[in-house]
């Protein structure tokens, strides 16, 4: 089992900055890749950012050097860096660690952008 707490989410206006972080618990010594996934309304939840326990990284086109995906290891903590935020970036962000037959998400956050 692993739980996943997600936190650092608000109001921002566009071009501003957020942090979010996600805290795993649990079981979380076989965890290899985490992500980051949001969802806005009416639309398919998406990837937005995947890092591996070897640092690879993986972004959506859309955020690509906007956004900055990070784990500390030490505080199974992952984070998601994002600048220059622009409205569209709206949506609940979801963290993901799938681990053996599971796969686990947080609860979600809500990031709002104004224009």
């Known amino acids: 089992q692993v739980q996943l707490v997600e936190s650092g989410g608000g109001f921002v206006q566009a071009g501003g900055s957020l942090r979010l972080s996600c805290a795993a618990s649990g079981s979380i010594f076989s965890i290899n890749a985490m992500s980051w996934h949001r969802q806005a309304p009416g639309k398919q939840r998406e990837l937005v950012a995947a890092?591996?326990?070897?640092?690879?990284?993986d972004y959506a086109d859309s955020v690509k050097g906007r956004f900055t995906i990070s784990r500390d290891n030490a505080k199974n903590t992952v984070y998601l860096q994002m600048n220059s935020l622009k409205p569209e970036d709206t949506a609940v962000y979801y963290c993901?660690?799938?681990?053996?037959?599971?796969?686990?998400w947080g609860q979600g956050t809500q990031v709002t952008v104004s224009s």
């Open positions: 890092i591996t326990r070897g640092n690879k990284l």
């Open positions: 993901n660690a799938p681990l053996g037959a599971g796969n686990y």
